[in-house]
């Protein structure tokens, strides 16, 4: 096989104009045009609807490259992986193919159009029809989102083959024992020339080293091997364990002469859907290895509309959040794409499982054939555990029963999702919340005169036409309403937060009839105020530090029922050993005073929970009033750390009489780029946040409640190095009450003197 590399460098020429820009393949105009200063940031203002006009002209890519004489080569096809939209393809001035499908991996017989020495490729994108109203102008769901830019979003190649090519490898695993497993393979190939003396090569390998490996007379036709793998290193979520990978490789070979070479990445894990009596009703619950895993899910889609844009450092930054947030999988949502490798290799490296929904079928009616193209490409992954059929069409269905080999045996399909798996924040039952990105990131799309929520600009930024308005109904609900835009944005992270936490934790605690949660969602593709966790640039929003608390291994929780006017409290534990602690507890009023406090020796199962004890607050309640008082909740281990905490509020947050935060920070330096904030208030702070401000940087923790006069650390990174006298003048902080009140009483902030 000779393969020639076509990424990289390009042209893009737009219809009837002979001007060129420079390209970068895997890539699209858009983001070609802004790299060379042609274009504004498209997700500024409203520059996205501009974006779009250039969509009503025709684009061309086009590459020169150099092939040597290729006649002796029996077949020489052009390799694309991905296409945004439909295109035609010519090769040195004459038509080589189509591509009508950006799911679908396209190979076009080019032997009679190549030629040795240079060669010119060209892909040509048609214009959009105009729309009919200004309206159709809207992008209406991500799945149109995604297709608004003409591009090349996967790898382009040149392959000539000789004598054989494997068209298809089928990987299923098998773990038999703690000292066994077997991987078997169905190799199917393609033979142009005479196939005598030709080999086929199969191996196992860890780490560099060859652990399994069989040679067969080569045939055309499908061919099926199983190699024993002894003592495997299992793979495993993560929190569970630790994701060691192995690598399968099959060469066809002709004397000591490789013909044909592929490589698959692949886990050895087992994943279980059981069925499991808990009381009188029948849950569905997962198990890896088998253990039990509780899904603590995340929606996912596309990290730009742009969807050649995104790199595998963006990628990774999202994936690595992920793990951080203890998030142990993502749903791969029906309205996105099929994601490219660089996805799935990092589930695979980082121990994040994925449920990945099938695409519904689309204008060109192709759902079936990019279904089963994205099957063949990914289904080794361990990380992918089962695609969600949910309501599919015949055509799907039937191509699934004509190819049962698509999924394989260790990968599980359902057309239905489990009932014990909650989806929180999808807006089933009442409006999913919404929450903005932060104040730094908000500025860096609308202008000052578009900071207003109604704002024909603003507006364009969000993800539903019913977020306006499910904000401020939440508002009204829960919290006093902002004074200024930058304090309605923290708002909306901080009510955002509280309410999926509400959720989770409401769920937990009325029993053991669940498998796991999945609330909406982890990313953005595009900056706009939308349920999720991190923005569109990465950035942390309130909700994922919180997910990060209430998806920990270990958690507790209290619950008030104003009829029997106690609190009851939950420790749940998803470690694989008991966990031996204590439940401690106080009650203080708003100005800092302690009116109750007590702990209580613990003991929760391993991967299970407990409801220890109840404490009964009615007389504080008519002592000092419900809006006056807030219980602190920690969860310690035996040697006394803190390994969880949370709140317990009596009444609605806008109900609190929340007072002055007095509060003290100590700075200190902790290397060369990173520093600890020590904070102490004298009063209750609910819900603060630290900040830098102009400046990138990773926290520790954020979005947290402070006991009175018990100290809080919050270690920060700036993205570059900064002075401790530049850290101090950019530091900020605020909290709940700040976001109704003028900036003239905003929280007081005293800084520790300096040490001599």
């Avoid at 507890?585 to 702990?599: A, K, N, P, R």
Wanted: charged share 25%; with cysteine.
């Amino acid at each position: 096989m000779r393969k020639i590399d076509l990424t990289g460098d390009w042209e893009i020429y737009k219809e009837g104009l002979k001007r060129n820009y420079a390209a970068y393949v895997p890539g699209c105009i858009h983001g070609s045009l802004l790299d060379a200063g042609v274009i504004e940031d498209p997700f500024c203002g409203d520059n996205m609807l501009v974006a779009h006009e250039l969509l009503r002209s025709g684009w061309r890519y086009e590459k020169v490259f150099v092939a040597e004489d290729l006649s002796e080569y029996n077949r020489v096809v052009l390799h694309f992986e991905g296409i945004t939209s439909a295109a035609d393809i010519s090769l040195n001035g004459k038509r080589a193919g189509c591509v009508d499908s950006c799911f679908i991996p396209v190979d076009i017989d080019v032997g009679s159009l190549v030629k040795a020495g240079k060669n010119r490729l060209s892909v040509k994108f048609k214009a959009l029809p105009e729309s009919r109203s200004d309206a159709d102008d809207q992008p209406q769901s991500y799945k149109q989102l995604c297709e608004q830019s003409f591009g090349l979003w996967g790898d382009v190649s040149l392959q000539a083959y000789s004598t054989v090519r494997i068209i298809d490898l089928q990987i299923d695993t098998l773990v038999k024992s703690s000292n066994a497993a077997e991987v078997a393979l169905a190799i199917e190939s393609e033979a142009y020339a005479d196939i005598n003396g030709v080999e086929l090569l199969a191996r196992i390998c860890y780490k560099g080293n060859i652990l399994s490996e069989e040679r067969l007379p080569y045939k055309n036709a499908r061919q099926n091997l199983r190699l024993e793998v002894k003592n495997p290193q299992l793979w495993w979520p993560a929190s569970m364990g630790d994701q060691p990978l192995y690598e399968v490789t099959i060469d066809i070979l002709k004397n000591r002469t490789c013909l044909e070479h592929v490589s698959r990445r692949i886990g050895l894990r087992a994943f279980e859907l059981r069925e499991e009596k808990s009381g009188k009703l029948k849950i569905k619950r997962f198990y890896v290895n088998g253990r039990l895993m509780i899904i603590k899910g995340a929606e996912w889609i596309p990290p730009d509309i742009f969807i050649a844009r995104p790199t595998r450092v963006e990628y990774a930054h999202l994936v690595k959040s992920t793990v951080i947030a203890n998030i142990n999988l993502l749903r791969v949502s029906g309205a996105g794409i099929y994601e490219n490798d660089f996805f799935y290799n990092l589930c695979d490296e980082y121990g994040v499982c994925v449920w990945q929904d099938v695409l519904p079928d689309s204008e060109d009616g192709c759902a079936a054939t990019a279904m089963s193209c994205a099957l063949r490409r990914l289904r080794h992954h361990p990380s992918l555990v089962f695609w969600y059929g949910g309501d599919l069409p015949k055509l799907l269905c039937s191509e699934r029963s004509r190819d049962p080999g698509l999924t394989g045996t260790h990968l599980i399909w359902v057309n239905q999702k489990p009932e014990s798996v909650i989806l929180i924040n999808y807006g089933d039952d009442c409006p999913a919340i919404v929450g903005a990105p932060a104040p730094r990131e908000t500025h860096r799309f609308l202008e000052t005169s578009h900071r207003n929520l109604g704002d024909p600009v603003c507006r364009l930024h969000h993800s539903s036409a019913d977020d306006i308005k499910n904000v401020f109904c939440a508002f009204v609900d829960d919290f006093r309403m902002p004074t200024t835009f930058d304090s309605l944005l923290w708002l909306s992270q901080i009510q955002q937060g509280v309410n999926v936490q509400r959720q989770v934790e409401e769920s937990r605690m009325k029993g053991e009839n669940y498998s796991g949660f999945i609330f909406r969602r982890l990313n953005d593709g595009w900056p706009c105020f939308s349920s999720s966790s991190l923005d569109y640039y990465g950035v942390w929003k309130a909700l994922h530090y919180m997910v990060r608390r209430f998806y920990a291994p270990l958690f507790v929780c209290g619950r008030y029922d104003p009829q029997s006017r106690k609190v009851s409290f939950n420790a749940f534990n998803d470690h694989r050993t008991t966990f031996k602690g204590e439940i401690c507890w106080s009650v203080s009023l708003m100005d800092g005073s302690i009116v109750q406090e007590g702990s209580r020796r613990i003991s929760v199962n391993a991967e299970s929970n407990a409801r220890p004890f109840k404490v009964g607050v009615g007389d504080l309640i008519r002592r000092h009033g419900a809006n006056r008082i807030v219980m602190w909740v920690y969860l310690l281990d035996e040697q006394g750390n803190k390994v969880s905490w949370n709140v317990v509020l009596f009444c609605r947050m806008y109900q609190l009489e929340l007072q002055p935060a007095r509060m003290r920070a100590e700075i200190r330096k902790h290397d060369e780029n990173s520093y600890v904030i020590t904070l102490t208030s004298q009063t209750a702070a609910m819900w603060a946040w630290v900040s830098l401000e102009g400046i990138d940087a990773v926290y520790s923790d954020n979005f947290f409640c402070m006991e009175p006069v018990k100290p809080f650390s919050v270690k920060i990174i700036p993205k570059h190095r900064i002075k401790l006298d530049e850290f101090r003048q950019r530091f900020r902080i605020g909290s709940l009450r700040d976001t109704w009140l003028d900036k003239a009483n905003l929280m007081q902030l005293r800084a520790s003197p300096k040490k001599k």
